[in-house]
Every structure is written in C-alpha cells, then in structure tokens.
C-alpha cells in the first residue's frame, strides 16, 4: 500500500464508519500485542519430506530469540516469546533446567524480549502411554514433577503464564479407561494446583495456569482434555488461579468458536487464545484474515478479554513445515491487526437496535459490513506509520537480507543446543 493508496482509503473508511470508530481502530491496533511460540522459528512439523525443513530455521534457542526480536523490530507487536520447556530449556529433551531458561530469560533481555507463557512438554519420549493421565504412578509424577518446574520458571523468569496441553487420550474405544484416564489427570493437575497457591501467596506475581483443550490429535478416538468444558473443569480445581485456553485449530469443524470466546467471557472464566488457521485436519498453519477471526475479536473486544482489566492470554500458535517461518509469523501478525481493525469498526450501538427490533438482515449487514466487507489495510498501515514502522512488513522483510543472512549461517550442521553453556 503506497502513502497515497493509504490517506484515499482513510477517507472512504471515515465516511462510511465515522472518524472517531476509525481512529479508535487504529488506535487499538498501535496497541494490540500478541505472544509468539519459540518453536515456529525451529526445528518441529517435519518428520515428513525426508525431514525437510524451511531454510534459515533456528537451530536453538538463541537463534529462536533472534528471529523473534526481527520479527518486534518488524511489527513492533511481540509481546513476548512463548517457549516449551524440553525444546528450549532441556539438554536431553527429558528434563529441564531452571538454570538454562535463566539463561534464556537474560539472553531475550538483551534483545528487548520478555518471556512470555511457559508450557510443559508432556509428548516427548516417555509419554506414549499418556504423561499426567497415565496409568503408572511414577510416569504422572515425573509429569507433574516437569509441570511445577514450568510453574517456578512462569512466576520468577517469566509473565507468570503456564500453558497446560495434554496430548494423552486413545486411538481406539476401549484403549482405556475414559473416567480413569480424566480422573488421574485431575488428581495430577491437583498437585500442580496446590503448588501454584503456596507460590502465590508469597509472590506479588500471581502465577496463572490455563488449560488447553483439543478435540483429537494425537488421539483419533478421545483425548482427556476434549473441551472447554474438560478444560473448565479441572481449571475449577485451581482456587481461581486458572482458566481456559481455546486453540483455534482445537475444534471441529463448524464448531462456533467465538460463542466459546463469548461464553467464557460473559462467565467471567479467564482465558486465553491460540491463534492459527486450520482446513481439514490439526492447526499450526499461519493466521489468515478470515471472517471467524474477526468474529473472535470482535468478542474480545465487547466482552472485555482485550483492553480491559482482564485481558486474555493471547499467542499466536503456528509452526508448519513448508513455508519459511519468518514471513509466516509476520503474515500472521498482519492478518491479526486486520481482523482486529475489522472487529472495531462494527457498530455496536446499531447493532443492538437492530436486534432489539427483530431487524435480523439489518443487523447482520451492519456486522459484516464491518467483519467481512470492509478494507481496513488502511487503518493497519496508518497505525504502522504512527509508530514509525515499514507499512508492509512482510515485504520489508523480503528486502532486509535477513532470510538471506539466516540461510547462510545456519546452513552448517545442526548445533548442539546450549553449546555456550
Ligand atoms: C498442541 O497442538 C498445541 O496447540 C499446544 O498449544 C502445544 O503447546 C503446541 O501446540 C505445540 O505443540
Ligand atoms: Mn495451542
């Protein structure tokens, strides 16, 4: 979008939405933030195409970090970088180490990153037979052992965010035992649980969890944490330290995710949203600025889990194994503030007449015309120019040498992580 493209379509926008629901928009998109996960710049989505990888991927952490603070220099949008305890604070990728993500912590620091939400990896070796949900005591303990380690890292290094995903479930009925395999994992996530309120009575930072479902995968026949109504309940178990976190890729199909948004929103349950885009099957693929996606934020912002008091946990949650990370990311910061832009434009106060009056057409015209029909790249770039930034950040990072430099120096073999510590 040239400057001239930009002021022309300010204007349209302005007539048909009125100038103070246009800056308002760009407003909130100046300061709209969202978390990035570690491992959309690394090494994870292969395993297929003779383990091809996109060129330049980071081969550690640090490089993880590198890529991420481009990516803020880009958008100025990061809030901060989400990272999985045994890919990016493990040397065995069996147990991690308080003292490498203090390592970490400094290190995103030094590149004007904070650490952002902090998750136990439960599906790594060992955990084919479930982690907190499996049948044998000591394999839940070393779980629950890893989970509380996460906990110590999100309130003393971190933002106080721990991301519970629970990959168990079964492939087949009868695998196992539905009600044990929820029960065991309740009673592990209880341990967790009283953990997190001997920290936060000693600490101003509270430590939060929130509970991620997901509706298969890799269980094709169940998973333990299936929904936000599984997720609600062992989120209960926490003494209002938890909450619920939806996954965008978590559903199936058709189901009416912002209902979900809208749900937990108007209950007062905290939450948190991970954002990527999903077709037949799994999500991980980047943000595209679809209507659902805007219908998210429209929730958000009307039921207060976005510049308000109680703001949710956002993140985008991408990692795919064809495109090149970096512009993948940068495309889904782009198709967030887009769906935002969309989400502020709606006409609230016209919207609520028209329902209030049966006026059923109207009132979804009036939504869509904000949602889906209007062009709200210019309230995008205006926000980008307002804080000095490249109005298109996906080409400035074609042209920056970056993905060049990346490919170049991480061509030589795979680094041992960690080897400078
Ligand atoms: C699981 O599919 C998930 O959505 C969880 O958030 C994990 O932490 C992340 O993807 C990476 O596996
Ligand atoms: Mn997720």
């Not at 009868?174 to 001997?198: C, D, H, R």
């Not at 749900?263 to 099957?281: D, K, P, S, V, W």
């Not at 993140?315 to 795919?320: F, K, L, P, Y």
């Not at 969309?342 to 904000?370: G, P, T």
Request: proline residues 3%.
């Amino acid at each position: 979008m040239t400057e001239k493209q930009l002021e022309y379509g300010l204007k349209s926008l302005n007539e048909e939405f009125g100038e103070d629901r246009v800056n308002k928009a760009i407003n909130a998109i100046e300061k709209f933030k969202v978390e990035v996960p570690s491992w959309v710049f690394g090494e994870f989505g292969g395993g297929r195409f003779g383990g091809y990888m996109p060129p330049g991927f980071a081969r550690d952490i640090n490089e993880k970090l590198d890529d991420a603070a481009f990516v803020n220099k880009l958008t100025g949008a990061v809030e901060g970088i989400a990272t999985h305890i045994l890919w990016d604070y493990s040397l065995d990728g069996l147990t991690g180490s308080f003292e490498i993500a203090r390592q970490v912590a400094n290190e995103a620091n030094k590149r004007g990153l904070k650490l952002g939400s902090i998750n136990p990896t439960y599906f790594l070796k060992g955990s084919h037979r479930g982690s907190l949900s499996a049948e044998e005591s000591n394999t839940r303990e070393k779980y629950v052992e890893q989970t509380i380690l996460s906990v110590k890292i999100a309130g003393e290094l971190a933002n106080g965010i721990v991301a519970i995903w629970v990959p168990d479930g079964s492939n087949y009925p009868g695998q196992i035992e539905l009600k044990k395999a929820y029960n065991n994992t309740k009673q592990s996530l209880k341990e967790v649980a009283s953990e997190i309120v001997k920290i936060n009575k000693n600490s101003n930072k509270k430590v939060k969890a929130l509970i991620e479902y997901k509706v298969f995968e890799p269980g094709t026949y169940s998973t333990v944490l299936s929904d936000w109504g599984s997720a609600y309940l062992i989120a209960k178990e926490f003494d209002g330290n938890a909450g619920v976190l939806i996954d965008m890729g978590h559903h199936h199909h058709s189901t009416n995710v912002e209902q979900i948004v809208a749900r937990l929103l108007n209950e007062g349950i905290y939450g948190g949203f991970h954002f990527n885009t999903r077709y037949a099957a799994d999500d991980d693929h980047a943000v595209e600025p679809n209507p659902e996606m805007a219908r998210i934020f429209y929730e958000l912002i009307s039921g207060g889990g976005i510049f308000g008091k109680n703001n949710w946990a956002l993140m985008i949650d991408q990692c795919s194994s064809r495109e090149k990370r970096i512009p993948a990311i940068l495309h889904s910061i782009d198709s967030l503030q887009l769906s935002l832009a969309k989400a502020m434009l709606v006409d609230q106060k016209l919207l609520s007449a028209y329902q209030k009056n049966d006026e059923i057409i109207l009132a979804n015209r009036v939504f869509n015309n904000a949602i889906m029909n209007a062009d709200v790249r210019p309230i995008v770039a205006k926000a980008r120019l307002n804080k000095s930034l490249s109005l298109d950040p996906v080409k400035e990072y074609s042209k920056s040498g970056y993905q060049e430099k990346i490919e170049l120096l991480r061509a030589e073999e795979l680094i041992v992580q960690f080897p400078q510590y």
